[in-house]
T-cell receptor
Framework: NAGVTQTPKFQVLKTGQSMTLQCAQDMNHEYMSWYRQDPGMGLRLIHYSVGAGITDQGEVPNGYNVSRSTTEDFPLRLLSAAPSQTSVYFC??????????????FGPGTRLTVL | SQKIEQNSEALNIQEGKTATLTCNYTNYSPAYLQWYRQDPGRGPVFLLLIRENEKEKRKERLKVTFDTTLKQSLFHITASQPADSATYLCALGTGGFKTIFGAGTRLFVKA
């Protein structure tokens, strides 16, 4: 199992550009989520999905869109990048594990810089 | 307002000693609490979960306590090793698949 994969690892955008961060998991987990991590702050939930076709907003959803057409994939779209979106982005899927049904498995992250 | 606090200052300890990390929360009633380890440039990795009706959980050299009256969890690493150096995150599960993370505490174990 590859677990949770994310692409790209690094990305530099100019203000106003759009892009999609890719996330895929091969564990057949229903629940997937996107977080951003900024220095001195905890992981903050952007959007999450409890299954194909179902998404909902987290704590900091503005400027981001998501869709979930399959169980495996959960892309995150930046509509018009802003410097405030410079961050490290983590995708996670959640399923049965040592931590119970809510054990989260994280991808390696995408480091995004918006100039 | 709801808050999760972990020591923002790094914890420096000598190899072989016990490291104790603290997670305090306010205005939550968590169903469970998780601890994750995060190494530089990598995603968090799950370590331990403790439920609201449990006082203590152990796994090898790791021990977690959960005091819902004090609204606090303590995370202990006994016989610490330099390889334990990392950032440790606590996360509260409030039900409904949403997990709230603390900012983490950096641990440095010196040989």
């Amino acid at each position: 199992n590859a677990g949770v994969t994310q692409t790209p690892k690094f990305q530099v955008l100019k203000t106003g550009q759009s892009m999609t961060l890719q996330c895929a998991q091969d564990m057949n987990h229903e629940y997937m989520s996107w977080y951003r991590q900024d220095p001195g702050m905890g992981l903050r939930l952007i959007h999450y999905s409890v299954g194909a076709g179902i998404t909902d907003q987290g704590e900091v959803p503005n400027g981001y869109n998501v869709s979930r057409s399959t169980t495996e994939d959960f892309p995150l779209r930046l509509l018009s990048a802003a410097p405030s979106q410079t961050s490290v982005y983590f995708c996670a899927s959640s399923g049965p594990g040592q931590g119970g049904p809510d054990t989260q498995y994280f991808g390696p992250g995408t480091r995004l810089t918006v100039l | 307002s709801q808050k999760i606090e972990q020591n923002s200052e790094a914890l420096n300890i000598q190899e072989g000693k016990t490291a104790t990390l603290t997670c305090n929360y306010t205005n939550y009633s968590p169903a469970y609490l998780q601890w994750y380890r995060q190494d530089p440039g990598r995603g968090p990795v799950f370590l331990l979960l403790i439920r609201e009706n449990e006082k203590e959980k152990r796994k090898e050299r790791l021990k977690v306590t959960f005091d819902t009256t004090l609204k606090q969890s303590l995370f202990h690493i006994t016989a610490s090793q330099p390889a334990d150096s990392a950032t440790y995150l606590c996360a509260l599960g409030t039900g409904g698949f949403k997990t709230i993370f603390g900012a983490g505490t950096r641990l440095f174990v010196k040989a």
